[in-house]
T-cell receptor
Framework: GESVGLHLPTLSVQEGDNSIINCAYS??????FIWYKQESGKGPQFIID?????DKRQGQRVTVLLNKTVKHLSLQIAATQPGDSAVYFC????????????FGKGTHLIIQP | SAVISQKPSRDICQRGTSLTIQCQVD?????MFWYRQQPGQSLTLIAT?????????ESGFVIDKFPISRPNLTFSTLTVSNMSPEDSSIYLC???????????FGSGTQLSVL
């Protein structure tokens, strides 16, 4: 995974707009990826996952894209709402599941009214 | 999805003391892990809690500092020993039904060491 930074990057979008949160992962052997949402004072909440045999997966208002060539993962949130304000983390599974997940730095998504 | 309960949810402790955090899952799970999240940062894996055997620690974390128990498939504890202010952090328990499945998280324990 990525090295841990001192500050989380921030993404500010207008309510109703679409947002894209990006993540670079480091381990070519990772075959499973997850996006989590973490609200203040809470534990991470599962949003969507994708396996390495796919390049796109859609959920309700969310889409995850996986580009294995450049080791890049993105989360698209459609028609953002105030409740989408949170920190978003990507996580990769470098050890085939038995070793836990490695988390990226996180992005703080702020929804402007 | 598993529901994970952690307690205490927060605590303020004195330097040199120890705190044990409990994690209870509402169903039997294969995998349980403990993470640390320092202020404003991402999650770092401390160890894998193995049922009936010693935990598997990540680089930088040792059993003497973070002893872990997992007596059965639904319960685990993490102890933060001989605490210093640098241990102030959120400690998170997580679990998965099977290997290679998504992890579910508890709400965390916010620890402040004075």
């Amino acid at each position: 995974g990525e090295s841990v930074g001192l500050h989380l990057p921030t993404l500010s979008v207008q309510e109703g707009d679409n947002s894209i949160i990006n993540c670079a992962y480091s381990n070519s052997a990772s075959d499973y990826f997850i996006w989590y949402k973490q609200e203040s004072g809470k534990g991470p909440q599962f949003i969507i996952d994708i396996r390495s045999n796919m390049d796109k997966r859609q959920g309700q208002r969310v889409t995850v894209l996986l580009n294995k060539t450049v080791k890049h993962l993105s989360l698209q949130i459609a028609a953002t709402q105030p409740g989408d304000s949170a920190v978003y983390f990507c996580a990769e599974n470098p050890g085939g599941g038995a070793d836990g997940l490695t988390f990226g730095k996180g992005t703080h998504l702020i929804i402007q009214p | 999805s598993a529901v994970i309960s952690q307690k205490p949810s927060r605590d303020i402790c004195q330097r040199g003391t120890s705190l044990t955090i409990q994690c209870q899952v509402d169903s039997q799970v294969t995998m349980m892990f403990w993470y640390r999240q320092q202020p404003g940062q991402s999650l770092t894996l401390i160890a894998t809690a193995n049922q009936g055997s010693e935990a598997t620690y990540e680089s930088g974390f040792v059993i003497d500092k973070f002893p872990i128990s997992r007596p059965n498939l639904t319960f685990s504890t993490l102890t933060v020993s001989n605490m210093s202010p640098e241990d102030s952090s959120i400690y998170l328990c997580s679990a998965a039904d099977r290997v290679d499945e998504k992890l579910f998280f508890g709400s965390g324990t916010q620890l402040s060491v004075l």
